[in-house]
């Protein structure tokens, strides 16, 4: 069974840029999970989907973070204007949906903002 | 809210030897759930061991065990007959429903030969 797939895996933008990522969850799961992990801390929630529904973004700063789910399955988060202190690995991780199941993560995408 | 706090920022082991890496949470809840992921050099987040907290017994995966105390609020794992490829980051996690993970600041692992 093929993994969470993430892209790009490695990107370096200078701040006030825009940058997008993507991410295809393991078929069949409905919920998907964006996470911001900064160095040296776990990772944080930024916005958790159900589906093609949103279920908890109250910590994704939306005057400049934005995610969709089209069709419920793959998943881009869009960053713009990025800043400085958006520098951190963006991961994205999918479970069936339902109480207590694992939460699968994919390779993440390490983001550099000069 | 809940929390969930590792004590142990870096950790040290020989290959072959027993770790044991701790971790604490806070949680008024009485049904959920608790992780330990491993996260390599990589940065992803690999799925080591799951306990749900309406079970007593402690979950096993192989080399990797956990001593879940629910009244104390603890979930440390142990690692047995250490390997180098066990050396990364750990990170306790915990679980309400679907909800988000809730993830500690991490316990860095060193095997050493």
């Known amino acids: 069974e093929a993994g969470v797939a993430q892209s790009p895996r490695y990107k370096i933008i200078e701040k006030r840029q825009s940058v997008a990522f993507w991410c295809n969850p393991i078929?069949?799961?409905?919920?998907l999970y964006w996470y911001q992990q900064i160095l040296g801390q776990g990772p944080k929630l930024l916005i958790q989907?159900?589906?093609?529904?949103?279920?908890?973004d109250s910590q994704l700063p939306k005057d400049r973070f934005s995610a969709e789910r089209l069709k419920g399955v793959d998943s881009t988060l869009k960053i713009q204007p990025a800043k400085l202190e958006d520098s951190a690995v963006y991961l994205c991780?999918?479970?069936?949906?339902?109480?207590?199941?694992?939460?699968?993560f994919g390779p993440g995408t390490r983001l550099l903002v000069l | 809210a809940q929390t969930v706090t590792q004590s142990q920022p870096e950790m040290s082991v020989q290959e072959a030897e027993t770790v044991t890496l701790s971790c604490t949470y806070d949680?008024?809840?009485?049904?959920?759930?608790l992780f330990w992921y491993k996260q390599p050099p990589s940065r992803q987040m690999i799925l080591v061991i799951r306990?749900?907290?309406?079970?007593?017994q402690n979950a096993t995966e192989n080399r990797f065990s956990v001593n879940f105390q629910k009244a104390a609020k603890s979930f440390s794992l142990k690692i047995s007959d250490s390997q180098l490829g066990d050396t990364a980051m750990y990170f306790c996690?915990?679980?309400?429903?679907?909800?988000?993970?809730?993830f500690g600041t991490g316990t860095r692992l060193q095997v050493f030969p």
């Open positions: 991780a999918s479970s069936l949906g339902l109480p207590g199941e694992t939460q699968y």
């Open positions: 306990q749900e907290a309406y079970k007593q």
């Open positions: 996690a915990f679980l309400l429903g679907s909800d988000k993970l809730i």
């Open positions: 989907f159900q589906n093609n529904g949103v279920v908890d």
């Open positions: 949680t008024s809840e009485n049904n959920y759930y």
């Open positions: 078929s069949g799961h409905a919920t």
